[in-house]
């Protein structure tokens, strides 16, 4: 399309030198067609335009840490994002220890006497099965 468009267009606009026969007819066709081309040319520049400067306001949005729908109402962000890390934070406490010994005989009675109780799950009536946890000898 580089190459293809400037030669169109040259070949179009370049007045000619030869001796063809240049009728009306033909110079009024040359005229509509360079009008048609214009107009073109036109629509293609005035989209550019305006897709540059949707580029520059987006750049001014990610540069100012903003979304469209905060710039355009006036408000600022929900929360304070920006004094709480989030992707390179420390982890937080551990919420169970991994390592720790599951009584299995004690667990699946918690969970058959809760199943029994309620006849089903027991998760159906708000109530947890308990696990019992015991400790490693030794440790």
């Not at 190459?3 to 007045?15: A, H, R």
């Not at 099965?129 to 400790?135: D, I, K, Q, S």
Request: with cysteine; net charge positive.
């Amino acid at each position: 399309a580089a190459i293809v468009l400037p030669s169109m267009m040259w070949g179009l606009f370049s007045k000619r030198n030869d001796t063809t026969k240049v009728t009306e007819g033909s110079m009024l066709m040359a005229a509509w067609l360079r009008f048609v081309a214009m107009c073109g040319v036109g629509v293609v520049a005035a989209s550019a335009a305006a897709l540059f400067l949707l580029w520059v306001y987006h750049l001014m949005l990610v540069l100012t840490g903003r979304t469209t729908k905060e710039h355009l109402t006036g408000r600022g962000p929900p929360l304070d994002v920006h004094n709480e890390p989030t992707l390179c934070a420390r982890r937080g406490p551990r919420l169970f220890d991994p390592r720790e010994w599951v009584d299995s005989a004690a667990m699946f009675d918690a969970i058959r006497v809760s199943g029994s109780a309620s006849s089903g799950s027991g998760a159906a009536d708000g109530q947890r099965p308990t696990v019992v946890v015991a400790r490693r000898p030794g440790r």
